[in-house]
């Protein structure tokens, strides 16, 4: 199957009543033939449903098909196809929670680069202190620096990257980084949100777990929060991973996954056009009076632009840019914003821009937003899949 196929049929598997699509089955309970039945899928030698919160006919699609994305065209060893598993979650930060305390326990270190997604670095800064986990966060652009702190610390467990990152953009290396942890028996994981398996594969890096946010460019439709969690080690998977899963009670829902399934049937048309009105708009804006600065990873200007080459297809569909007029400038042009939509989260069909100065950092003191980097006049922008022109001339008119 080529990859546009899949995103398709993926995961598919006939119905009883002959649905052509897999219902939402809203059922929160599976019935058995036999008492010995029972058994056999309680021990997990026979396929079958259990119960709600432990996954159903609706959700197995959704995870087998973006099991089958992440993996296609990967091979083993031995040259057999890579076979991956993959749990789907409520919302990515369940994924993420699941991937950390399936791995990890008091005592262990996270080893990580700063610039991670908001939710993320708040679930290291104040959640995982309270378990004895804790990330230690160093440059990843130097490598030394990385081998060092590894070998200076017994205790670090694991390597956690994200990348591109959200929502900086700053990548990291991963065949490099990877083979540097896996060198010193660390467990890898990469949220691959941003680019998604169109863009960028990890596991082609021979990293353990993969984390979404599906609620991103996978839905791509804006229509359900989601997340899945990914990995290589069959047998952990099936064992203390989804053990973590059930117990924490982060479990999708029918409805939910039936909303990603069908995102996802056009989902690597929709990264194609995405990508390519990305460039064109990052193109108008850095040649724009009114735009000090363009933050977009298909720019030469990039300092991650090479990086951002080797290891991914095309350069994703999220960018940024400043302008020059600062914060008023900023709500001015949000305000005469026409077709485009004013909002968070990013990777829907519609372009959404946000000005993170007067809404998500309104709240944080200005010295210590433009420390992260939010600056005064700094608009976010997830290009959507409308024609480019109309976005443009969105754009252009509220820039003007
Ligand atoms: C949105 C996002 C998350 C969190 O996902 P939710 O679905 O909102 O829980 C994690 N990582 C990245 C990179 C994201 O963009």
Do not use: W
Not at 72 to 97: R, V
Not at 111 to 122: M, V
């Amino acid at each position: 199957m080529g990859f546009d196929t899949l995103c398709i049929h993926g995961g598919h598997k006939p119905e009883n009543n002959r649905a052509h699509l897999t219902p939402i089955y809203a059922s929160s309970t599976y019935t058995f033939d036999s008492a010995e039945q029972a058994i056999a899928v309680f021990k997990n030698e026979e396929p079958g449903y259990i119960y709600g919160r432990f996954g159903n006919p609706t959700i197995n699609e959704a995870e087998e098909r973006i099991a089958m994305m992440e993996a296609y065209g990967l091979q083993n060893a031995d040259g057999s196809q890579l076979q991956l598993k993959a749990i789907l979650h409520a919302s990515g930060m369940a994924a993420i929670t699941t991937m950390l305390l399936s791995n990890l326990k008091a005592g262990d270190k996270i080893i990580t680069h700063p610039s991670l997604y908001g939710g993320t670095q708040e679930l290291a800064d104040k959640i995982l202190p309270g378990l004895d986990i804790e990330a230690v966060i160093v440059d990843f652009k130097d490598i030394n620096t990385v081998a060092k702190a590894i070998q200076a610390d017994k205790a670090i467990k694991m390597m956690y990257m994200e990348t591109p990152a959200n929502p900086t953009l700053k990548c990291v290396d991963l065949e490099v980084l990877s083979a540097l942890a896996k060198e010193h028996g660390l467990i890898v994981c990469v949220d691959n949100t941003f680019a998604t398996p169109y863009l960028q594969q990890p596991f082609r890096y021979d990293v353990d777990f993969v984390m979404h946010s599906t609620t991103k460019f996978l839905n791509g439709h804006g229509t359900a929060v989601g997340g899945i969690v990914i990995g290589r080690d069959l047998e952990k998977m099936n064992t203390i991973v989804t053990k973590t899963h059930r117990l924490l009670g982060g479990n999708s829902n029918a409805f939910e996954a039936f909303l990603l399934t069908n995102g996802l049937r056009s989902f690597s048309l929709r990264m194609e056009r995405h990508c390519s009105n990305a460039q064109k708009v990052a193109e108008l804006l850095s040649n724009h009076e009114a735009v000090a600065l363009v933050n977009y990873l298909g720019l030469t200007s990039h300092p991650d632009h090479e990086l951002c080459k080797k290891q991914m297809k095309h350069a994703g569909a999220m960018m940024s840019f400043e302008l020059k007029g600062g914060f008023d400038a900023g709500v001015r042009f949000m305000n005469k914003l026409k077709m485009c939509t004013n909002a968070v989260s990013l990777g829907t069909c519609d372009t959404l821009l946000s000005h993170p100065a007067s809404t998500t950092h309104v709240g944080v003191p200005r010295e210590k937003r433009i420390e992260f980097g939010i600056t005064d006049g700094l608009i976010r922008l997830s290009v959507g899949i409308e024609n480019v022109e109309d976005i443009i001339a969105d754009l252009a008119q509220a820039l003007a």
